[in-house]
């Protein structure tokens, strides 16, 4: 059973405009929630995270939300810019838990200049 | 500065082939995590060390997986007499600290082919 959903597979926007990217999770028992970044041929890198006894958190151009009633967390990016291109990953921390990552499938994100 | 490197970064297997897949994680870090990351999909956990010990390995698939860090440093990931399903990308992360929330850091990954 997926935990942690990520149901678009892509998303494209204008260079200058906001990307809001979109995760679901089922399980209440998550203590964190991170967004990752990945270019093709490395590793995930850390971008925002949200403890789940907050709202929201913001972090220059980059905004996680977090609905906990919805069980819906988002990030947003304003502006874009073409070096934002990448897949990104939502992840989640149980709270009982060593620290290990929950991951969703992922949303390939395009910027076009 | 040095990251979490891994190697090596590609390797192709015939099945039924044994392979060996290394993580130096950043000096210093307790902790190290395995993740296996198919094809379009998010990566996985596999299992987890603090420092030499191995304390949670629920992720691993089945028990041709093994992993192991014996001085608390470098670790390796086995996996014997790998099949078409193994193929996937491995990657290695390390944190810190041992507690609830400490920023894992990836390394590249080791693309796994097997034939």
């Known amino acids: 059973d997926q935990q942690v959903k990520q149901n678009s597979p892509s998303l494209s926007v204008q260079e200058g405009r906001i990307s809001i990217l979109n995760c679901d999770y089922t399980?209440?028992?998550?203590?964190?929630f991170l967004w990752y970044k990945k270019y093709p041929a490395e590793g995930p890198t850390f971008l925002i995270s949200?403890?789940?006894?907050?709202d929201k958190n913001e972090d220059g151009r980059f905004t996680v939300f977090l609905n906990k009633s919805a069980k819906h967390l988002s990030l947003h990016i304003v502006p874009s810019q073409p070096g934002d291109s990448a897949v990104y990953f939502c992840?989640?921390?149980?709270?009982?838990?060593?620290?290990?990552?929950?991951f969703g499938q992922g949303t390939t994100l395009q910027v076009k200049p | 500065g040095a990251g979490v490197s891994q190697s090596p970064r590609y390797k192709v297997a015939k099945r039924g082939q044994d392979v060996a897949l290394r993580c130096d994680p950043i000096?210093?870090?307790?902790?190290l995590f395995w993740y296996q990351q198919a094809l379009g999909q998010g990566p996985e956990f596999l299992t987890y060390?603090?420092?030499?010990?191995?304390?949670?390995k629920s992720g691993l698939p089945s028990d041709r997986f093994f992993a192991e860090r014996p001085e608390g440093s470098v670790s390796t990931l086995k996996i014997q007499r790998t099949q078409q399903e193994d193929s996937a990308v491995y990657l290695c992360?390390?944190?810190?600290?041992?507690?609830?929330?400490?920023?894992?850091?990836f390394g590249p990954g080791t693309r796994l082919t097997v034939l």
């Open positions: 399980n209440s028992m998550f203590d964190y």
């Open positions: 949200i403890s789940s006894i907050k």
């Open positions: 060390f603090q420092n030499e010990a191995q304390l949670d």
């Open positions: 992360a390390s944190s810190l600290g041992t507690g609830h929330y400490n920023e894992q850091f």
């Open positions: 992840a989640a921390i149980p709270s009982s838990n060593t620290g290990k990552l929950i």
């Open positions: 000096s210093g870090h307790v902790s």
